[in-house]
């Protein structure tokens, strides 16, 4: 299965640089599958439960646009 199934933008800590990737370069794709059921489970949308998990992990999350699979 291909696709982007969306984007995140981060600042980085070091720089204040603003970045946007494709969520696969965040995740691996056995894990994006999984991010629908997840969220569902938490009663979020998955864009606001991969928001959550980014900023759990210590990075400065400004966006995230889920768009699922392609």
């Known amino acids: 299965m291909s696709g982007t ?3 995140y933008t981060l600042r980085w800590a ?4 603003i970045e946007t990737q494709p ?3 965040a995740l ?3 894990r994006l599958e999984e ?3 997840a969220a569902a489970d938490e009663d ?4 606001e439960f991969l928001s959550g998990c980014f ?3 210590g990075l400065d999350i ?6 699922g699979p392609a």
Request: no cysteine; aromatic share 6%; charged share 15%.
């Open 14 to 17: 070091e720089t204040g640089d």
């Open 28 to 30: 691996p794709l056995n």
């Open 62 to 67: 400004l966006a995230v646009d889920w768009r």
């Open 5 to 7: 199934w969306g984007t």
């Open 44 to 47: 979020m949308t998955p864009s």
């Open 23 to 25: 969520l696969t370069v």
């Open 55 to 57: 900023i759990g992990a």
């Open 35 to 37: 991010v629908t059921t």
